[in-house]
């Protein structure tokens, strides 16, 4: 019961959250389903009766999928200078066979089908651009053309300096999505001595991050 200017009521979305927490913890999970928005509840309720995916597996992915969605257009002022992003390391843990990688795949398909439109449409831009490159000047119906950049969400194996070029031309935001959680911790340094831990702490606290280059031109940032 809550009290509203004395009177005292039943709060609709209390009880309603609390009802999904109870339906949540019957099934064996513990996730505070309740606490997140009703539509994503549906979706989560919906895919467990469906699909059979385990609801904290299915939460977790779909705040990886909500903060990706988000990216850099939002931050949340608590004080001052103080912003906090929707920067989220989401690991699922289980035992093979727990049905893990459905949710997350369920959950991030949108963005796949984004992704590959966006790489078609890249291959077509790649090859106009090349096309008008051995044009002659006169020919050409841009005199300079630039060469095309492909817009993505998703990364899967990428030094971080890749990423990084590939952040910078996808300033919205991307996602670092792997399948093994082990794979992405032996991909650490892979490639030299370097300190990729602290590179994804820095990531982590949306901190700007530069990358300068022997040979390369300009600094990406």
């Given at each position: 019961m809550v009290t509203r200017q004395g009177n005292k009521g039943i709060d609709p979305m209390l009880v309603l959250g609390k009802a999904v927490d109870m339906s949540v913890k019957?099934?064996?999970?513990?996730?505070?389903?309740g606490a997140m928005p009703m539509k994503i509840q549906r979706i989560v309720r919906e895919a467990n009766e469906c699909y059979g995916y385990p609801v904290d597996y299915l939460a977790g992915a779909m705040l990886v999928a909500v903060g990706l969605?988000?990216?850099?257009?939002?931050?949340?002022r608590l004080k001052g200078k103080w912003d906090e992003s929707a920067i989220l390391f989401m690991a699922?843990?289980?035992?093979?066979?727990?049905?893990k990688?459905?949710?997350l795949n369920f959950a991030i398909r949108p963005f796949t089908e984004l992704d590959g439109k966006a790489t078609r449409a890249y291959v077509k831009e790649c090859e106009e651009y090349e096309r008008q490159r051995e044009l002659p000047m006169k020919e050409r119906t841009d005199p300079h053309p630039v060469a095309p950049v492909c817009k993505r969400f998703l990364i899967s194996d990428a030094t971080p300096e890749a990423m990084l070029l590939i952040h910078s031309q996808n300033l919205r935001g991307i996602l670092m999505w792997n399948d093994e959680l082990a794979?992405?911790?032996?991909?650490?340094?892979?490639?030299?001595?370097?300190?990729?831990?602290?590179?994804?702490?820095?990531?982590?606290?949306?901190?700007?991050?530069f990358s300068d280059r022997k040979g390369v031109k300009n600094s990406v940032y």
């Open positions: 019957i099934k064996g999970g513990d996730f505070p389903l969605g988000i990216g850099n257009t939002h931050f949340a699922l843990v289980g035992r093979p066979g727990a049905c990688s459905h949710p794979g992405w911790f032996k991909n650490f340094n892979r490639y030299n001595k370097g300190s990729d831990e602290e590179y994804w702490l820095k990531l982590f606290n949306a901190n700007p991050s």
